[in-house]
């Protein structure tokens, strides 16, 4: 069973470009969350998707756009890359959306490491 | 929005017992979570915490107090391959099934 997958594993890109990376999330899953990670800190919510739709989004400029497809993948889009934008971009599977008693784990990709110069 | 607090970095002796601390302010609660990250990888699940008290798993227990805005989690029996960042976060008040982390705890274990 193949849990989270993310490519690229790294990417180098300078100011001002765009970039797209891309999620496959663990095999029955269909809600995919994107984290930014910077270097000595913990994850930071950029949004959540979950039937195609954005439904949560955490504090991120419009410059961080998103979509979902059928199939559940998912991808990350930033547009006008800016260097503070350099971290580890993780994904997150789930099953569900959530609004229900209980909880449902969250299982992490191993990252896209993005350095923009 | 979400604060959460906990020690950056915390050194223990391989055998010995360690607790990382955290402290949460949030609009809401519904649930706080631990995770495990070594350098370079993904965070893996290691608890969870709806309720107050304790929920022990192997070598590893978390506990929750929610009056006091706090949890811990304690490490028994450190081994080497316990060196690693331990990520304090509490479930999206909303009730959706995202994460608000704190900055974690990099935890060196030392023969």
């Known amino acids: 069973d193949a849990g989270v997958t993310q490519s690229p594993t790294h990417l180098i890109k300078t100011r001002g470009q765009q970039v797209t990376l891309r999620c496959s999330p663990k095999?029955?899953?269909?809600?995919v969350s994107w984290y930014q990670q910077a270097l000595g800190q913990g994850p930071q919510f950029i949004f959540q998707?979950?039937?195609?739709?954005?439904?949560q989004r955490g504090n991120f400029p419009d410059r961080f756009s998103g979509h979902q497809f059928p199939n559940y993948s998912s991808e990350l889009n930033v547009n006008a890359l800016l260097l503070g934008d350099s971290a580890l971009y993780l994904c997150a599977s789930s099953l569900g959306f959530g609004g229900r008693i209980g909880y449902n784990e969250q299982f992490f990709g191993p990252g896209t490491r993005l350095t923009v110069l | 929005g979400q604060n959460i607090d906990q020690p950056t970095e915390m050194t223990a002796t391989e055998g010995a017992i360690v607790q990382i601390n955290c402290t949460y302010q949030?609009?809401?609660?519904?649930?706080l979570f631990w995770y495990q990250q070594h350098a370079g990888e993904a965070p893996t699940f290691l608890s969870y915490n709806v309720l107050d008290g304790l929920e022990e798993k192997g070598r590893f227990s978390s506990f929750l107090s929610r009056s006091k805005g706090y949890s811990y989690l304690l490490l028994k029996e450190l081994q080497m391959k316990d060196s690693a960042s331990y990520l304090c976060a509490v479930r999206d008040p909303t009730g959706a099934n995202n994460l608000f982390f704190g900055t974690g705890t990099r935890l060196t274990v030392i023969p």
């Open positions: 998707y979950y039937e195609e739709e954005e439904r």
């Open positions: 095999s029955g899953h269909d809600t």
């Open positions: 949030t609009s809401g609660f519904n649930g």
